[in-house]
């Protein structure tokens, strides 16, 4: 299978290059080796992309959306059909084990499809009875061009997010994929060409944060929806704002994971193993402040390390693998100075910590305990395979601690007390949250956060209100009545 894309864009329908952008080359996080190479999109190609999604914009948004939907629909067939086969890129992309990417990223890409081309049939607006006869209806609207920009760790999933609730409310897309990953953005775009979108409705342009920044200023731009970090997300908000733009902001977490000591000991590892090591904890819900009451904290921590013992890192394309590397030899970098100021700050470090030896990315899954609240590890987003365990004693105190930051994507709760289990995820301050059970979102249900975390929702009918607009129609029956 060749890695390398046909060209570095995708616009109008088809692939365009621009030699004269920066060259960004793209690197297989599992050896470290360049695998292709991509042009950062010069003001040329930014232009284009946007002409060609404004000028189609009219008439896909003039389709019924029983016509758009079944495009979408068909191109969900498409993605599931080869899924195997954008599997192995986006491992290519991500360094994320194939394990992983077989039922978790075109699968889901394919999910939002099929679900947000069921719905755009059924977009409909209101009939308000006035008196006298007279009504109000409403209708639900197109915004017009939408950007979306996305974070690296789920380079197909979220351009699919992005692209399958904006498309099925009649807008048009212009996504530019982080430049970490920038393989799998453009089989989204080709897929949908061959399911039957018309030229322009989805494009992709390659480029770093100016490239980003160009397509948020553009005056023709309607809206933006980003995937990234807090700091990203405070600029391009900014920038939207200036604009008077719709925005979208899923950004960055530090999520609690509470266990308490009624808790099924091995769910509530698995729950923390899944919110801190999936995707090599490139994951921005995961519960990576795991606090364990401490009645059960030595045997949850004794579990949890016995179980890693097993997780099966290297090679991501061999299927028995389960732990791949990080993204990129940069974010290594970062997730080992999280672990250098982990130790001295004083947290015991119980579990991994080091480097693979040998080339690629690999970091073992690493684990923090005596963790205490004020430790740099246990307020930032670290974005790597890095849990912090913290103790607790009572309920109250818990909920205090897990709420103080300022961020608030998700949140999770082990527990077999079913009325203490609803009562601590209605205080959470969180976007979303889990009982017993940990990183689950299932395209139906909305996903976003609240504080600093986001703006807005994706996935599910939520999705729909941040891609349209309401426009209220006034209808006089019985003639118009004026002072003089
Ligand atoms: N909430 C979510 O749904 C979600 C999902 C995945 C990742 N994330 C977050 O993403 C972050 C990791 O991804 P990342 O390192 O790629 O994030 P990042 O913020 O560095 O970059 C995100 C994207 O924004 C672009 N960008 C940078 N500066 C810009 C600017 N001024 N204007 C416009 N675009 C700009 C980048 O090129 C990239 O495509 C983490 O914080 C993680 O929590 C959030």
Request: proline fraction near 5%; aromatic fraction near 8%.
């Amino acid at each position: 299978m060749t890695t390398a894309p046909t060209a570095s864009h995708y616009i109008d329908g088809s692939y365009a290059e621009d030699a004269a952008g920066t060259a960004i080359d793209i690197i297989y996080p599992a050896t470290g080796e360049i695998i292709g190479r991509v042009h950062s999109a010069t003001p040329e190609m930014v232009e284009r992309a946007l002409a060609s999604a404004r000028r189609a914009q009219p008439e896909w948004a003039a389709m019924t959306g029983m016509e758009r939907g079944r495009i979408l629909r068909r191109a969900a067939d498409i993605i599931r059909d080869r899924n195997r086969e954008l599997s192995i890129l986006e491992t290519y992309d991500t360094g994320k084990p194939l394990q992983e990417t077989l039922v978790a990223d075109a699968t889901s890409g394919a999910d939002a499809l099929e679900y947000f081309g069921g719905l755009a049939a059924s977009l409909a607006g209101e009939y308000i009875p006035q008196p006298g006869g007279d009504f109000v209806y409403t209708i639900r609207q197109a915004l017009g061009v939408c950007v979306g920009i996305g974070a690296w760790n789920y380079p197909t999933q979220i351009a699919c997010w992005k692209a399958a609730p904006a498309l099925a409310c009649g807008n048009t897309m212009v996504f530019k994929p982080s430049e970490t990953t920038p393989l799998c953005a453009l089989k989204i775009a080709e897929i949908l060409t061959e399911a039957g979108a018309p030229p322009g409705v989805f494009n992709v342009v390659q480029g770093l944060g100016d490239v980003g920044a160009a397509l948020v200023n553009d005056p023709r731009v309607a809206k933006v929806s980003l995937t990234g970090s807090v700091p990203t997300g405070r600029k391009v908000y900014a920038a939207a704002a200036a604009g008077m733009k719709h925005v979208t902001m899923e950004l960055g977490g530090k999520s609690p994971l509470i266990v308490f000591d009624d808790a099924t000991l091995d769910d509530a590892v698995s729950g923390a193993i899944l919110g801190n090591f999936y995707s090599s904890g490139q994951v921005c819900s995961n519960g990576t402040r795991v606090f364990v009451q401490k009645g059960i904290r030595d045997a949850f921590l004794a579990r949890l390390c016995e179980r890693l013992s097993t997780a099966k890192l290297g090679d991501p394309l061999d299927e028995a693998t389960n732990f791949g590397p990080m993204v990129s030899e940069a974010q290594l970098s970062i997730v080992k100075r999280y672990i250098a100021k982990g130790i001295e700050e004083g947290a015991s470090l119980a579990y991994g910590g080091k480097r693979q030896p040998g080339p690629g990315f690999f970091l073992e899954p690493t684990v923090f305990a005596g963790v205490t609240d004020e430790m740099t590890i246990a307020r930032e987003e670290i974005f790597g395979p890095v849990l912090s365990l913290l103790e607790f004693d009572d309920e109250e105190e818990v909920i205090g601690r897990a709420n103080a930051t300022e961020f608030g994507l998700a949140g999770g709760v082990f527990t077999n007390d079913l009325t203490r289990a609803h009562r601590v995820v209605a205080r959470l301050e969180a976007g979303t949250c889990y009982i017993n059970t940990y990183n689950l979102a299932p395209v139906e249900a909305p996903f976003g956060g609240v504080k600093a975390s986001g703006v807005g929702r994706e996935n599910s009918k939520e999705a729909i209100a941040h891609y349209s607009e309401v426009k209220t129609i006034h209808v006089a029956m019985n003639g118009v009545e004026a002072p003089f």
